[in-house]
């Protein structure tokens, strides 16, 4: 099992450019949640999906969208990149609001 | 917002010292996690203690909740270098949306040789 995947690994963008972060996993996880990671900040919430079809904004939405593809894949987009959106990203996924699993993280950097 | 509080933000310790970690959270929970994230990597499940549970351990790990003072506690015990990384609690909100958890923004640990 690869657990929870996450392409790419590293990307640099410059303002207003658009980019997708995808994720995917294959622990047949119902739920999946996309992170964003700031020195000193922990872990806030972007969007998250608690089952294949449906999606909902968490703590901090704005600048992005979200698609979840089928069970396995859940991507995340940021339409036109801001340099206050530089940081790491995490997907997640779990099962019955439990153990979260966690990707390597994307390390996006927006000039 | 957040929701879990951790405390202290940075430990440094010696290997084979305990290292004990607190994180206060504001309302009422279902469940309380703790996190361990070694430097550039994702975060790794440690354990998981309900709201009806007081204590629990796994290995080395010690983990306590006092849901009258909305806090809880890590216990590493006989720490070793390879523990140093950073600890971060989360917690299930009671009747939040379904796997939502609130992270605390994390200790980080550093255990010397």
């Known amino acids: 099992n690869a657990g929870v995947t996450q392409t790419p690994k590293f990307q640099v963008l410059k303002t207003g450019q658009s980019m997708t972060l995808q994720c995917a996993q294959d622990m047949n996880h119902n739920s999946m949640y996309w992170y964003r990671q700031d020195p000193g900040m922990g872990l806030r919430l972007i969007y998250y999906?608690?089952?294949?079809?449906?999606?909902d904004k968490g703590e901090v939405p704005n600048g992005y969208n979200v698609s979840r593809l089928n069970k396995r894949e859940f991507s995340l987009r940021l339409e036109s990149a801001a340099p206050s959106q530089t940081s790491v990203y995490f997907c997640?996924?779990?099962?019955?609001?439990?153990?979260?699993?966690f990707g390597p993280g994307t390390r996006l950097t927006v000039l | 917002s957040q929701q879990g509080e951790e405390d202290p933000q940075a430990l440094s310790i010696q290997e084979g010292e305990n290292a004990t970690m607190n994180c206060s959270y504001k309302t009422s929970i279902n469940n309380l996690q703790w996190y361990r994230q070694n430097s550039g990597r994702g975060l790794v499940h440690l354990i998981l203690i309900r709201s009806n549970e007081r204590e629990k351990h796994s290995g080395r790990l010690r983990v306590t909740l006092d849901t009258s003072k909305k806090s809880s506690s890590l216990l590493i015990t006989a720490s070793r270098a390879a523990d140093t990384a950073s600890y971060f609690c989360?917690?299930?909100?009671?009747?939040?949306?379904?796997?939502?958890?609130?992270f605390g923004k994390g200790t980080k640990l550093s255990v010397k040789p």
């Open positions: 999906s608690a089952s294949e079809g449906t999606t």
């Open positions: 997640a996924s779990s099962e019955y609001g439990y153990e979260q699993f």
């Open positions: 989360a917690a299930k909100n009671y009747g939040g949306s379904q796997g939502n958890l609130i």
